[in-house]
């Protein structure tokens, strides 16, 4: 069998139409070759290429008129902390906004949607929902608490003395709105839960999921993106949760914390604020994964309570 001819460079290692390829100058029976396979209807894939999702979204929703990428897929295209099951979905979530039926291909779970045009946006040439709109309808398929992780996520505000900062996807308000507009939408109920629960502040899913096992407990509520600093002024550390009226910082420290160089800012962060009376609980993965967030959560309990809180106060 002969090989087939190389494609042209701009169709390459990627998924294409057959209107691109038609555009491109090639043969329509080369759709039809070896080395290409039917991922969709009008849509060929290199068997040895590895797809972009970013780019299957935008091919697969150039397909289907009047859609945008929703649930799952558009919080994917956010970058929003999603559970495995939804990270890995292979399915292309596309929603109809103009009233026409949903659409129906292979690699594509259609939906239909009463999208207001506020509620769509282009990220990178891509029709998705926009973050409010995706955080309320992430609620049909999350549970609580990894709802409240992705609220979290979109309302995140950071402006620290180092590092760059961070602006907020969208604000609480945004999402309280999206809450209130769609009182009769599937999962507003744990929606509106999940709202009664965000905080600004949270830089990541494992310091949501520390704060809510700290909640469990009945703990006083932690302060976010408190800075604790000496007499003079001087910023001594940003721990990710704070009790200042005990003087109890707490971090999650993940895997880059495991780095010599970090390991070492860590060690003098916590020296610093000891020598103004604080105590610093460092919460790390291993512990989370022996412990679990609830068993960690004692540790902080511990902490506090050695400080003057008591379950009364």
């Known amino acids: 069998m002969r090989k087939p001819p190389p494609l042209p460079a701009a169709l390459t290692g990627r998924s ?21 396979r039917v991922a969709s209807r009008g849509v060929r894939v290199p068997w040895d290429a590895e797809q972009d999702f970013a780019h299957t979204c935008r091919l697969l929703s150039g397909l289907c008129p009047s ?31 103009d009233g026409g039926n949903r659409p129906v291909r292979k690699g594509v779970a259609g939906h239909r949607l009463e999208l207001p045009g ?59 709105k999206q809450v209130e507009t769609n009182g009769g939408a599937r999962g507003v109920r744990r929606a509106k839960a999940a709202l009664g629960l965000a905080r600004v502040g949270a830089d990541s899913a494992p310091e949501t999921r520390l704060r809510l096992a700290l909640g469990r407990l009945g703990l006083p509520e932690p302060a976010m993106a408190y800075v604790v600093m000496d007499e003079t002024g001087w910023e001594l550390a940003w721990p990710d949760l704070a009790f200042p009226e005990f003087k109890v910082a707490v971090n999650y420290d993940g895997r880059h914390h495991l780095e010599l160089r ?18 610093s609980v460092t919460i790390t993965a291993t512990q989370v994964r022996t412990w679990g967030f609830d068993g960690c959560a004692q540790r902080v309990l511990d902490a506090l309570v050695r400080r003057g809180w008591r379950p009364d106060r």
Not at 22 to 29: D, M, P, Y
Not at 154 to 168: D, E, H, N, V
Not at 262 to 279: F, L, N, V, Y
């Open 67 to 97: 859609t945008a990428c929703c649930l799952g897929t558009a919080g994917r295209l956010w970058r929003c902390p999603l559970p495995w099951c939804v990270q890995t979905d292979l399915r292309v979530h596309l929603a109809r906004f």
């Open 262 to 279: 970090q390991r070492d800012s860590d060690i003098r962060r916590d020296e610093s604020i000891a020598a103004i009376g604080w105590t």
């Open 16 to 36: 294409f139409t057959l209107d691109e390829q038609r555009a491109a100058g090639v043969a329509a029976q080369r759709a039809w070759r070896s080395d290409l």
């Open 118 to 176: 506020a509620d769509v946006t282009d990220l990178n040439g891509i029709p998705v929902t926009g973050p409010a709109r995706t955080w309320l309808d992430l609620a049909t398929v999350l549970e609580l608490e990894d709802l409240v992780i992705a609220a979290d996520f979109f309302i995140c505000s950071q402006s620290r003395s180092f590092g760059p900062r961070k602006l907020a996807l969208c604000s609480l308000a945004d999402l309280r």
